[in-house]
């Protein structure tokens, strides 16, 4: 593809320098788009976040085989705070809103990088309460007596504070209502088209996350099994059957269930 924002050439991921938790994991997010990265628990969808995000060395983690490209820059090796201030801005799973600190200030939690002057600051912490309306309320109130939904809007809320290039997003319809579910994903894809934010999105929620992206991959097991643009997975038989768990005999199976399996491993 051209013109891609983010490039994630053939990684492998090595935790204590033993345990390989990615296998050549390639993926492209082009500029102004919206691309989902889908796959269970254990796929290695947060591991390849933390890559994109420069987390991994805090974990002993590490990149060694393979490269990451952000805007032309080579990220590989670089620290979180780097990749941050290169416009690269990821919202963890599980909210991880500062608990003591108002709604509003979390959410000025997020300018701290920035040098762009304190009048732009303020009118885009104004615009976060347009695309939140729900925050409006709750301004002062302690993040941490917030609702898991609140909590995940803050959360992304916060990140945009920081005017990225591209926002990553961790499993954020993780543990929230269905109704709650739809209004996150409604706001993201508000989010990509009103600020001009491209958006990678990791989730288990292939439904919703296909629902509003442009493109999508699946990974098992540390490996892009599947790719392909959003609306061709929906109506993919493969996807429905061994992903999405939609089979005629029920029960969910894996890609590696399939004789077709080795066809399409796209690192072969």
Do not use: C
């Amino acid at each position: 593809m051209e013109n891609n924002l983010l490039e994630v050439n053939n990684i492998e991921v090595v935790y204590n320098d033993i345990v390989q938790v990615l296998r050549g994991v390639s993926l492209n997010v082009p500029k102004g788009s919206i691309v989902a990265l889908l796959g269970t628990n254990g796929a290695g969808k947060t591991t390849t976040l933390r890559a994109i995000s420069g987390l991994l060395k805090p974990e002993n983690g590490a990149i060694k085989e393979g490269f990451i490209k952000f805007n032309g820059t080579d990220t590989t090796q670089l620290l979180g705070t780097d990749v941050v201030k290169l416009g690269a801005v990821m919202v963890p799973e599980g909210r991880r809103v500062f608990k003591h600190l108002t709604v509003n200030e979390n959410i000025l939690v997020g300018s701290i990088t920035r040098k762009d002057g304190s009048k732009k600051i303020r009118e885009d912490n104004e615009l976060m309460y347009k695309h939140f309306p729900r925050l409006s309320n709750v301004t002062n109130r302690m993040a941490g007596y917030s609702s898991g939904g609140e909590q995940q809007m803050i959360a992304i809320a916060r990140a945009l504070m920081a005017a990225p290039e591209m926002l990553m997003l961790d499993e954020p319809s993780l543990g929230l209502a269905p109704i709650l579910v739809k209004e996150i994903f409604d706001n993201i894809k508000k989010i990509n088209k009103e600020l001009d934010t491209t958006i990678l999105v990791v989730e288990q929620n292939a439904k919703v996350a296909l629902a509003v992206s442009d493109y999508a991959y699946i990974m098992e097991s540390g490996k892009i099994v599947l790719e392909g643009p959003s609306d061709e997975l929906q109506d993919n038989p493969d996807v429905k059957e061994f992903y999405m768990g939609i089979t005629k005999g029920g029960g969910r199976k894996s890609f590696k269930d399939v004789k077709s399996y080795k066809r399409r491993k796209r690192w072969m």
